[in-house]
């Protein structure tokens, strides 16, 4: 592990986070979706993206199978990958709400106290989490991937919800119950918290 840099300074801006958003004519903020493997927020992020790109919202969606495949191509599914790999996630998302863009982003992120260093990156109010919250038993009967049965199957080891522990958000600034209403629905429950909140027009 190479030492961190003495020579590296922070090079202040000229046009800042508020001249985008006033040029976007919304805020920028990070939607944060959790839950287990299949329980919808792949889904969800991408169909609410649909949604706010058809009202003018500015926006991007890390996915994590997505982020995988190169930012974060080097780790694994340990405990300790899986907190290096959401600290990398939670960095580029503060980099991206700078943009003034609203990010969304699909990752199990099993942990709360790793949930709860990302969300230490950002200015209060900046940061929203979004349970979809789906029963295990839901989940494996939809593994559009088989990776469920696999785990089952001892052949994936440290399978979050079965051979590794997934811990539920105690208060998410939203629940979605995606395993028992539409797509549509939880987008609609997603959309009205952002309007309660003030985001999406200035």
């Not at 969800?44 to 790109?53: F, P």
């Not at 811990?167 to 629940?175: D, G, K, M």
């Not at 797509?183 to 003030?198: A, F, H, T």
């Amino acid at each position: 592990m190479s030492e961190k840099s003495s020579n590296v300074v922070w090079h202040k801006p000229t046009v800042h986070r508020e001249d985008r958003e006033q040029r976007n004519h919304h805020k920028a903020m990070v939607l944060w979706f959790t839950g287990l493997s299949a329980s919808g927020k792949s889904t969800l992020a991408h169909a609410l993206e649909d949604r706010l790109h058809k009202m003018g919202v500015h926006t991007f969606v890390l996915d994590g199978d997505n982020v995988r495949h190169g930012l974060c191509s080097d780790l694994g599914f340990s405990l300790e990958d899986r907190e290096e790999n959401l600290r990398r996630i939670g960095e580029v998302a503060k980099l991206m709400l700078e943009t003034g863009v609203m990010v969304l982003t699909a990752f199990i992120s099993p942990m709360r106290k790793d949930r709860e260093s990302v969300r230490s990156l950002f200015p209060h109010g900046d940061f929203v989490e979004i349970f979809c919250d789906t029963s295990l038993e839901v989940c494996e009967s939809r593994d559009p991937k088989g990776l469920y049965k696999r785990a089952r199957a001892g052949e994936i080891p440290e399978f979050t919800g079965i051979s590794s522990p997934y811990e539920p958000p105690v208060n998410p600034e939203l629940r979605c119950p995606t395993g028992e209403e539409s797509v549509e629905r939880n987008v609609d429950m997603v959309i009205e918290l952002l309007q309660k909140r003030g985001t999406l027009a200035l």
